[in-house]
C-alpha cells in the first residue's frame, strides 16, 4: 500500500471514532387538547349531576395546565384549588390526597414547602401503562372524596384512548 493509501484509510477511521453516538427521540405520548377538553367536562359534568359546583383542572406530563373549566356557580377558590392538586398529583405520580400520608411518615420531605402543592383529596394521575402523562384535579365538592369521584370519571370517559 502506498503512503497515500495509508493517509485515506487513517482519516477514515479518525472520521469513524469522531462520528458522534447514534442519538435516539424520546418516543411518548401526551394529552390532546381534545382528550384534556373531554376529561375536563365529563368530570364537571359528573359532579354538577350530583349537584356538586365544581372547577377542574388537567395538567399534562409537565405539570402544564392543558385545560382549566371553572364550573357555573363556584367559588373563586375552586380553580387554584383544582390546579394544585392537578399539580401534586402529576409531581408525585399519586392521588394528591395520599400526600398527608406520605408527609406524616416522612415530615422531612419538604413537599410541603413546594409551591402549588396541596395534601387535599380530589385529583389523580393520568397514566398509559405505568407512565404518567398527566393529571386531573377538581374541587368544590363537599368532599375530597366526591371530588375524586368526579376525576375518576373523567378519566375513565377516555380509557379507552390511554394505551
Same mark, same amino acid.
Given at each position: 500500500?502506498s503512503?497515500?493509501s ?24 401526551? &394529552?390532546?387538547?381534545a382528550?384534556?377538553? !373531554? ?8 359532579c !354538577?349531576?350530583? *349537584?356538586?359546583?365544581v ?12 385545560v382549566?373549566?371553572? $364550573?357555573?356557580?363556584? $367559588?373563586?377558590?375552586?380553580? #387554584?384549588?383544582?390546579f394544585?392538586k392537578?399539580y ?10 395520599e400526600?398527608? #400520608? ?7 420531605? $419538604?413537599?410541603?414547602? &413546594? ?6 383529596r *380530589?385529583?389523580?394521575?393520568?397514566m398509559?401503562?405505568? #407512565?404518567?402523562?398527566?393529571?386531573v *384535579?377538581v374541587?368544590?365538592?363537599?368532599? $375530597?372524596d366526591k371530588? #375524586? ?13 390511554l394505551k
Amino acid at each position: 500500500m502506498s503512503v497515500a493509501s495509508y493517509r485515506l484509510a487513517a482519516i477514515g477511521l479518525a472520521c469513524a471514532l469522531v462520528t458522534p453516538a447514534s442519538a435516539q427521540l424520546l418516543a411518548r405520548k401526551d &394529552l390532546s387538547a381534545a382528550m384534556a377538553l !373531554t376529561i375536563a367536562e365529563t368530570a364537571i359534568a359528573t359532579c !354538577t349531576a350530583n *349537584g356538586y359546583r365544581v372547577s377542574a383542572t388537567v395538567v399534562g406530563r409537565n405539570g402544564e395546565v392543558l385545560v382549566q373549566i371553572r $364550573g357555573d356557580g363556584t $367559588g373563586p377558590h375552586t380553580m #387554584e384549588n383544582s390546579f394544585k392538586k392537578a399539580y401534586t398529583a402529576r409531581t408525585f405520580r399519586i392521588p394528591s390526597g395520599e400526600m398527608e #400520608e406520605r408527609l406524616k411518615k416522612n415530615p422531612q420531605m $419538604g413537599a410541603q414547602y &413546594l409551591t402549588g402543592f396541596t395534601t387535599a383529596r *380530589g385529583a389523580l394521575p393520568i397514566m398509559i401503562g405505568e #407512565e404518567v402523562i398527566g393529571a386531573v *384535579g377538581v374541587s368544590g365538592a363537599p368532599g $375530597g372524596d366526591k371530588d #375524586e369521584a368526579c376525576v375518576k370519571a373523567g378519566i375513565e370517559k377516555v380509557a379507552d384512548q390511554l394505551k
